[in-house]
Nanobody
């Protein structure tokens, strides 16, 4: 499974950005997709996640400002970020906890804990 994230950039405090992440490969099904972030000098942390049936999980500091959504037909998740603050500056990574993937002979197998390359979000005036 490959994950391609996009949408990062420079935004002023109070502004908005929308991140996208698309999974590719011989994917049959995906369980949970999520966004994580890592600020300079800090550990990677969960931002939000969404299951295949739409169950949501948000970090407390993101509730009310960030919205995660998912298009299962496109194997894509989005993160709408509003009211951005300087402390939101980080590299944002997308993740799949577990995917069912078709092997060379179309046999299904699990591929776990896949990560994208990250997209940088900088909040600064």
């Amino acid at each position: 499974v490959q994950l391609q994230a996009s949408g990062g950039g420079l935004v002023q405090p109070g502004g908005s950005l929308r991140l996208s992440c698309t999974a590719s490969g011989s994917i049959i099904a995906i369980n949970v997709m999520g966004w994580y972030r890592q600020a300079p000098g800090k550990q990677r942390e969960l931002v939000a996640s969404i299951s295949a049936d739409g169950r949501l999980d948000y970090a407390d500091s993101m509730k009310g400002r960030f919205t995660i959504s998912r298009n299962n037909a496109k194997d894509t998740i989005y993160l709408q970020m509003n009211g951005l603050k300087s402390e939101d500056t980080a590299v944002y990574y997308c993740n799949i906890d577990r995917a069912v993937v078709a092997g060379p002979s179309n046999e299904p197998y699990y591929e776990c804990d896949s990560w994208g390359q990250g997209t940088l979000v900088t909040v600064s005036s």
